[in-house]
């Protein structure tokens, strides 16, 4: 028989959970100036106000590393209680090492192991399945799971119509065993879709186009997306992977207590959670300060709910993302911090 739950093994919750931000801003203001926008489009259009960029130099492990050490501090432990480092990220520092390498040097995990997921935004509810199911299987105590990316390396300052979307961040959790009728992760729901990978991508830098003076010249190492298809995709599976787990798990939009998605596009959120019923006063929407931060965005929009008193102990809440790939993901669980 089917179990309810894609959830195996003993439970596991979040145990606590950090984020960083690099300190310079990129406001509306300052793209004014590099690009043909308007403060007034890119609000209106996208929700975003300012985001934070990196100065030159610093990489995606650096804000991992930041967000990741104040995680395992605020868990009680140290970086050596740490069994397995699981970074979701589409802007490793470089092809290899894997960022989840250069993190867990720069921390201090002297026992863990771990690995990169790329799964572009949906990378940080990808990594926290895979993380959390390797403490659910019993084969670690704790998993340190991150979502950073560096979006301000992969962009074109010269095209108005991605410069204006993306920011650089970090979140980091510990996943830890829980204890007997406490708070825990409930289920997963994902899924791919590669046919819709032209739709959003970084054409060259890869096997296939080898980085060369003619893919620069082309700009192919940059973002490109077809905007119009990637917001109709997103609206539409954002409530397409809700319904189900939600069905799945016989809970309403009712029950929900907090509604975290993706934040690539105000009007996407208000939308795909309009068609789920989900009250407004249930969504998160912090993307006005941190634009698309990939990765990051969701741990970014879960420190800010429970800096806002928004997000407590018990409390049910659901993440979904769509992000390149296609990917789609989705998180149901109760909070245990
Ligand atoms: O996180 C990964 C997933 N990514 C997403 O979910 C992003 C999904 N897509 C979107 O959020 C939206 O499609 C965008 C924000 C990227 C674009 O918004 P839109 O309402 O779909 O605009 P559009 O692409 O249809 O463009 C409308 C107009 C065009 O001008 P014309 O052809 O009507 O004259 C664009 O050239 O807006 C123009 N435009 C801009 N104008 C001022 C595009 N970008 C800008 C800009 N400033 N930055």
């Not at 990637?230 to 397409?240: G, I, N, S």
């Not at 069905?247 to 795909?272: C, G, K, P, T, Y």
Request: proline residues 4%.
């Amino acid at each position: 028989m089917r179990r309810t739950s894609r959830c195996a093994g003993r439970p596991v919750y979040i145990r606590s959970l950090a984020t960083y931000v690099p300190p310079r801003l990129l406001t509306n203001a300052d793209l004014e100036k590099l690009v043909d926008t308007t403060d007034e489009w890119i609000l209106q259009r996208t929700g975003i106000r300012e985001r934070h960029i990196v100065d030159p130099g610093v990489a995606t492990s650096d804000l991992a590393k930041e967000a990741a050490l104040e995680a395992i501090r605020r868990a009680g432990l140290t970086p050596d209680d740490i069994g397995v480092i699981v970074v979701g990220t589409v802007t490793p520092d470089m092809l290899f090492p894997s960022t989840a390498c250069l993190v867990q040097h720069k921390i201090g995990a002297h026992r863990a192991w771990g690995f990169d997921i790329s799964a572009a935004c949906s990378a940080f509810t990808y990594a926290l399945t895979a993380g959390s199911q390797l403490v659910a299987a019993g084969c670690h105590e704790h998993a340190l799971v991150i979502g950073a990316d560096v979006m301000s390396s992969i962009i074109d300052y010269k095209d108005r119509a991605t410069c204006v979307l993306f920011g650089d961040g970090a979140g980091a959790v510990v996943v830890s065993a829980a204890a007997a009728g406490e708070p825990c992760l409930i289920d997963f729901e994902h899924e791919i879709d590669g046919g819709g990978g032209p739709a959003l991508c970084m054409p060259a830098g890869g096997s296939l186009r080898p980085p060369s003076h003619e893919t620069i010249d082309q700009g192919l190492h940059y973002v490109k997306q077809d905007g119009q298809a990637v917001f109709k995709f997103a609206v539409r599976k954002t409530e397409e992977i809700a319904r189900r787990i939600m069905e799945r798990n016989h809970i309403s939009a009712d029950d929900l207590d907090l509604f975290v998605s993706h934040q690539a596009n105000r009007r996407i959120i208000m939308s795909a959670s309009e068609k789920l019923g989900i009250d407004p006063s249930k969504v998160v929407i912090n993307i006005e300060r941190f634009g698309n931060t990939t990765a990051a965005t969701i741990p970014l929009a879960l420190n800010d709910a429970m800096n806002e008193g928004r997000l407590k102990k018990g409390d049910l809440v659901l993440l979904c993302s769509v992000g390149a790939g296609f990917t789609v993901g989705s998180v149901l669980l109760r909070w245990g911090i």
